[in-house]
Nanobody, 123 residues
């Protein structure tokens, strides 16, 4: 089992920045690829970004490329999502997730999920 706890959400103005953190406990963090997902009110949960177990590969949703950066620190069992130039359409509950599956771009391959953290971007 892997337990995930997100933090860092909040209310920010259009154009502002936030950094989300996801702390993992349980099994060896470095064995898992990590992903960030989000769910806006009335919408399905969608992929935002993912990073391989080593941190050597990353993958982003097109609409966040150049604005969001995913990273990880395996020594701290923590994954991050730096979000810059935030827009009102980025408003959602953000979830981190972990997978041991080689295809970490697919939401269905993630086994472990955090409880989510709310991000609200005002216009």
């Amino acid at each position: 089992q892997v337990q995930l706890v997100e933090s860092g959400g909040g209310l920010v103005q259009h154009g502002g920045s936030l950094r989300l953190s996801c702390v993992a406990s349980g099994r060896t963090f470095s064995r898992y690829s990590m992903g960030w997902f989000r769910q806006a009110p009335g919408k399905e949960r969608e992929f935002v970004a993912a990073i391989s177990w080593s941190g050597g590969s990353t993958y982003y949703k097109d609409s966040v490329k150049g604005r969001f950066t995913i990273s990880r620190d395996n020594a701290k069992n923590t994954a991050y999502l730096q979000m810059n130039s935030l827009k009102p359409e980025d408003t959602a509950v953000y979830y981190c997730a972990a997978t041991a599956h080689p295809d970490y771009s697919s939401q269905g391959n993630y086994n472990y999920w955090g409880q989510g953290t709310q991000v609200t971007v005002s216009s």
